[in-house]
Structures are given as structure tokens and as C-alpha cells.
């Protein structure tokens, strides 16, 4: 049977009661905008798009992160198509300091946009994937101008999360809170079509990813954690594991995704005072609401992601995510450790 559009899912979700008109036409858009992130990704060196923005001085976003041309790029696509719709009351970006209201002599709605709009961009310029990571909260009743503070809601808030990589093939992977589901880009036609329907993330696992060059800097739980995979059929797991690290934290997650696995950032000694790398809104959010409804677990390593209550718009958590039973393995490790500190 021919796969089903996105819009034709999208249809069958509101008939469903699972969304509303706004909230269908936000998707709709941020969809548009992320296949035109994908042609201005896809055009590499011949696009004048690679290396970094800013002419000559460094840019730098509020992450103190140096910014790729694409960053920039990908942040005003967003901006641009999610303007005039009216189905929103405002954005925030990882690559903006503060919330970027609709602009005035456009209909505002009642839907609040979060991105990370190229993740991953430090592998642009070796053609190695990344991509888009959003996520859709309400906006507070009674807010015309929403403000940071109107943001910082619990991830089991989010109406609507995804994400698109921009790989071999352009991929987004999107939730309503009614499963998890993934739709294939047909280049030919500029359409996503459905490519999978209610994923679910096996519960068992033996591929991890971390970054390993951080171990001497990890908390105990995780040295222990980490130690105990790398022991294998040795040791106290009685099997061989397999790691990946594609440093696209939207690749790694459609591994997992696609066929299992975990992905941990945990904290470290270098980051201990940001609180983590990863960003809570719109990374952590968002991936954690999309890995739960396949199935799988999020947590910090002592608390589930999704039940935060942020502090800051651009805040940082640890995140340990994917097949259920590893993340309460590693997560128990942790919680064992600090009852045992008292
Ligand atoms: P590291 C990309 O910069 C990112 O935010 C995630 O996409 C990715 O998982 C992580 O950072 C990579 O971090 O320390 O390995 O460069």
C-alpha cells in the first residue's frame, strides 16, 4: 500500500482529536522550513554555505559557541516561514539570547516554537549528518508577549515534538503524545511520506553512545556504569558491548531510534558548573517526549527528563536516553551512589 503525507497524517490526527487546525499548520510549516534546511545543508561546498559565519570576526551564539554559516542560515529559515502563519505566539532558538516575538501586523496563535535548529553543526564541514530538533508548548493564557519565563514548562507540557535529520535521506521523526512515527522525504515530489508508524525502541540494548574521551572526568556511577559495558563477557554484564558516536546528537538518536540503543551525556567535571551540555528545552525535551512514546526512558541520571521544571531558557541537563532497561541500569547506579553518600 502507497505510504501515506504527512498532511494526510496530519488530517487523520485532528479527526482524531489528537491535535488541533494550529497546531496541524505548525507542523505543516516547520516541516517546509526544515526541507529548505535540508537543500541549503545538501549543497555543501558548492552552496558558499560551510565553514563559519560571521565575516572574518567570529559569531558567536548565546552558547558561546562559535556559529557555522548554517547555524545562522537555518535559524532565519525557521524565523521566516513561522511569521505570518498565525499559529504562533513566539520562538526561542539556542542560536537567540531571548525569545523572538511574530512580528507586528501578523495574527499571533497560541502555540510556542523551540528549536535547535542545525544540531550537531560542528560536522557540517565533514559531511558527516545533522539536524533539526523542535518542540511545541502552549502559550500561557492571556500572553501577548510571551517572555522567557512563559517558555519554561515542564517537557510532559510539549504538545508536539520532532526532529529532522539530514542524512542519506532527510528524515523527520515526530509526536503528539499518540506514539512515535517517522516520515521519509520523496526528494522527487518534496513530500515526507510515512515511513514508519508507532516506533517502538527494543527494550534491551548492547550499543551505547557516549563520548569516551570525557571518562577520566565522569561522576563514579558512570565510571562504574561505563567500566561494567567495557568489561563485557568478562564481566558483571556477561556480554560484549558495541559503541557508536556520531557527535549529531539528531544522528545518534535515530540510530536508537531506528534499532535501539542508549545515548548518555552525562555530566562531568568540565561542565559541572553549567549543569550538563545538552540543552534542556530543546534537546532534551524534545528527544526524551519522542523516546518515551516509542518506549524507551530519559532521565537526567536521577530524574526523569520530561518532569523538570526549567529554571532558564537556554539551561543545560545531563541526559541519559533510549532502550528502557540500560537507562535504569545506569540511572539506578546513580541514585545507589547518592543514597550511599547521604
Ligand atoms: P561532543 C553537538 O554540538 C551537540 O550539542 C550534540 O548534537 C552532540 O551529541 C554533542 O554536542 C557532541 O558533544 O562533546 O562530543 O562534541
Not at 502507497?2 to 496541524?24: C, V, Y
Not at 513561522?82 to 516575538?101: F, I, R, Y
Request: charged share 20%.
Amino acid at each position: 500500500m502507497k505510504p501515506i503525507s504527512l498532511i494526510q497524517f496530519l488530517i487523520e490526527e485532528r479527526r482524531a482529536g489528537h491535535i488541533n487546525a494550529e497546531l496541524s499548520l505548525l507542523i505543516e510549516v516547520v516541516a517546509r522550513a526544515c526541507k529548505r534546511i535540508a537543500v541549503a545543508t545538501n549543497k555543501g561546498a558548492l552552496g558558499g554555505v560551510l565553514g563559519m559565519a560571521g565575516d572574518g570576526a567570529l559569531s558567536m551564539n548565546v552558547q558561546g559557541e562559535a556559529q557555522k554559516k548554517l547555524d545562522v542560515i537555518s535559524n532565519e529559515i525557521l524565523l521566516e516561514a513561522n511569521a505570518w502563519g498565525g499559529h504562533l505566539a513566539a520562538c526561542a532558538s539556542e542560536e537567540m539570547e531571548d525569545p523572538q516575538q511574530i512580528p507586528d501586523g501578523y495574527p499571533k496563535g497560541n502555540h510556542l516554537l523551540l528549536f535547535d535548529p542545525l544540531d550537531g553543526s560542528s560536522n557540517i564541514d565533514v559531511n558527516v549528518s545533522v539536524g533539526t530538533i523542535f518542540s511545541v508548548l502552549r502559550c500561557p493564557d492571556g500572553v501577548t508577549e510571551a517572555k522567557a519565563a512563559d517558555f519554561l514548562q515542564p517537557g510532559t507540557t510539549q504538545l508536539a515534538a520532532g526532529y529532522v535529520v539530514y542524512g542519506p535521506a532527510t528524515v523527520l521523526v515526530l509526536t503528539f503524545g499518540h506514539g512515535t512515527h517517522e516520515f521519509t522525504l520523496e526528494r522527487e515530489v518534496g513530500s515526507f511520506m510515512l515511513s514508519r508508524r508507532n516506533i517502538r525502541i527494543p527494550e534491551e540494548t548492547s550499543e551505547f553512545a557516549v563520548n569516551m574521551s570525557n571518562q577520566r572526568h565522569w561522576q563514579a556511577p558512570m565510571q562504574r556504569y561505563i567500566g561494567e559495558l567495557l568489561a563485557g563477557t568478562e564481566g558483571p554484564r556477561g556480554r560484549d558491548f558495541n559503541m557508536r558516536w556520531v557527535a549529531s546528537m539528531v544522528a545518534d538518536v535515530h540510530r536508537i531510534v531506528t534499532r535501539g540503543g542508549v545515548f548518555y551525556y552525562p555530566l562531568d567535571a568540565k561542565i559541572l558548573q553549567q549543569g550538563g551540555k545538552l540543552r534542556l528545552m530543546y534537546e532534551a525535551n524534545p528527544m526524551a517526549f519522542i523516546i518515551e512514546q516509542a518506549g524507551g526512558a530519559a532521565t537526567t541520571g536521577r530524574e526523569r527528563i520530561m518532569a523538570l521544571q526549567p529554571t532558564a531558557l537556554h539551561q543545560r541537563v545531563p541526559v541519559f536516553l533510549g532502550s528502557r532497561s540500560e537507562v535504569e541500569v545506569v540511572t539506578r547506579y546513580h541514585l545507589d551512589a547518592d543514597a550511599a553518600q547521604g
